[in-house]
């Protein structure tokens, strides 16, 4: 038999990622689906040393290992409802890419935009599914010839999610869209984080032209769905 401590194994964050999600909700739910979500994966000593990274510039894409950390201390349960399937079949929650579950590890791919090592070393990556302050255990290259599956059966979550959800900016927001200029990204991201429809599917039935709001960098951002219509009414810093 096996001792707790025998097999209980220590990780520690080699760094941490500053992306644009500031609270879990409106972050898609896998890499890739918003393209403009651009973060920064900051390495931490030891990990640090420039030596680590060489070569990794070659690599056009990389997977992460990471800490559900937002909800780490929630546990898991041996089955779990899927998002996707509208919240009432159950699977087991490794059939699943559920938060909740043991060891609270997750993996992303991402596309590595730059790889900077001043003033300390850094990765530019593009297609965060990640929360602000996400710790990374770990940072591999992506290998096409043994990660791409071009066969794959993906189950319950076989096709990509998708909406046409059409997005308009009030005149509020976009008079607030061209003071932020120093993102000039923020109306291609909003139009995708949106474009996802981030409502839970239970309220996507209903529509109360009720008000939701998220915070993408320091903006706090609010918009309205009617029909297949999303206006954001405002964007504001707080
Ligand atoms: N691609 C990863 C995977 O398959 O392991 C994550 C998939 S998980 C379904 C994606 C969701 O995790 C996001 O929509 C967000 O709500 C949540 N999330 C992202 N970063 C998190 C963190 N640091 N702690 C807790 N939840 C997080």
């Known amino acids: 038999?096996?001792?707790?401590?025998?097999?209980?194994?220590?990780?520690?964050?080699?760094?941490?990622?500053?992306?644009?999600?500031?609270?879990?909700?409106?972050?898609?739910r896998q890499p890739g689906l918003v393209k403009s979500a651009i973060g920064t994966l900051e390495l931490v000593a030891p990990?640090?040393?420039?030596?680590?990274?060489?070569?990794?510039?070659?690599?056009?894409?990389?997977?992460?290992?990471?800490?559900?950390?937002?909800?780490?201390?929630?546990g898991w349960k041996p089955l779990v409802r899927p998002p996707r399937l509208g919240g009432n079949a159950r699977k087991g929650v490794f059939a699943t890419r559920a938060t909740f579950r043991p060891n609270a590890l997750g993996l992303s791919v991402v596309e590595l935009v730059d790889v900077q090592l001043q003033p300390t070393p850094r990765l530019i990556v593009r297609g965060l599914d990640l929360l602000d302050g996400t710790p990374i255990v770990d940072i591999k290259p992506y290998l096409p010839y043994a990660d791409a599956i071009t066969d794959a059966r993906g189950g319950f979550a076989d096709d990509r999610p998708t909406t046409d959800m059409r997005i308009e900016f009030s005149a509020a927001a976009e008079a607030s869209l061209t003071r932020a200029h120093h993102v000039p990204h923020l109306r291609q991201l909003i139009c995708e984080v949106l474009g996802q429809d981030p409502r839970p599917g239970y309220q996507r039935e209903q529509n109360w032209d009720k008000e939701y709001g998220m915070h993408l960098y320091e903006f706090n951002i609010k918009w309205r769905v009617q029909e297949q219509t999303s206006t954001v009414i405002s964007i504001s810093v707080d």
């Open 1 to 28: 038999s096996h001792s707790p401590t025998e097999n209980s194994y220590r990780i520690e964050p080699v760094g941490y990622i500053r992306s644009p999600y500031r609270q879990k909700f409106a972050i898609p």
């Open 47 to 74: 990990y640090n040393h420039p030596d680590c990274l060489r070569g990794i510039e070659e690599f056009s894409h990389l997977w992460l290992s990471f800490v559900f950390h937002e909800t780490a201390d929630k």
